[in-house]
T-cell receptor
Framework: ETGVTQTPRHLVMGMTNKKSLKCEQH?????MYWYKQSAKKPLELMFV???????ENNSVPSRFSPECPNSSHLFLHLHTLQPEDSALYLC???????????FGSGTRLTVV | SQQGEEDPQALSIQEGENATMNCSYK?????LQWYRQNSGRGLVHLIL?????REKHSGRLRVTLDTSKKSSSLLITASRAADTASYFC????????????FGEGTQLTVNP
């Protein structure tokens, strides 16, 4: 365990379903991120939260809706996804200058 | 093309050999980081090198940074089968705050 926990580890959903991904950290970090990792592509930054406030939305479609109720929890709400949204979704947190990000193990999402 | 491009895309070596991976980037950076990812899992932070540093060591890892050439290299000495993974460089750009941009990665295979 890295200190960043993502649930579920795997998710299969239909295009009309609504589901949520959860990320939790108790490292005391103030910044949290959602990244998307698709096959043969670099990690794509989706959203950035600093002190619970969204500071970046990297042109992500509205079918992805993030929520950060407190500095320890981050959610990604999913609805009416497309098959091309199938990917590994990674959550990361960051707390101190000159240290790296701490990543969760990811949620492997398959949209059918 | 991408910030943080790794070279080669794939590398296969025998146990005990050294592995060298390279990364090029385009903009001015605060620091450059290397991460490792085992298949389908989250990324693990390996080492961070600041823009005013030229070389850094951590165990069997050696990282160099040449800001004039906008390039970095990661050397893994005396490789082991357990080093088999994907390795990513990530840049913390001067203008981006605490947001990392990742390259596409190098897939390293160490054969027993």
């Amino acid at each position: 365990e890295t200190g960043v926990t993502q649930t579920p580890r795997h998710l299969v959903m239909g295009m009309t379903n609504k589901k949520s991904l959860k990320c939790e950290q108790h490292l005391g970090h103030n910044a949290m991120y959602w990244y998307k990792q698709s096959a043969k592509k670099p990690l794509e930054l989706m959203f950035v939260y600093n002190f619970k406030e969204q500071t970046e939305n990297n042109s992500v479609p509205s079918r992805f809706s993030p929520e950060c109720p407190n500095s320890s929890h981050l959610f990604l709400h999913l609805h009416t996804l497309q098959p091309e949204d199938s990917a590994l979704y990674l959550c990361a947190s960051y707390g101190a200058p000159l240290y790296g990000y701490t990543f969760g193990s990811g949620t492997r999402l398959t949209v059918v | 093309s991408q910030q943080g491009e790794e070279d080669p895309q794939a590398l296969s070596i025998q146990e005990g050999e050294n592995a060298t991976m390279n990364c090029s980037y385009k903009t001015s950076i605060n620091n450059l980081q290397w991460y490792r990812q085992n298949s389908g899992r989250g990324l693990v932070h390996l080492i961070l090198i600041r823009s005013n540093e030229r070389e850094k060591h951590s165990g069997r890892l050696r990282v160099t940074l040449d800001t004039s050439k906008k390039s970095s290299s990661l050397l893994i000495t005396a490789s082991r089968a357990a080093d088999t993974a994907s390795y990513f460089c990530a840049t913390d750009e001067e203008t981006s705050g605490s947001r990392l941009t990742f390259g596409e990665g190098t897939q390293l295979t160490v054969n027993p």
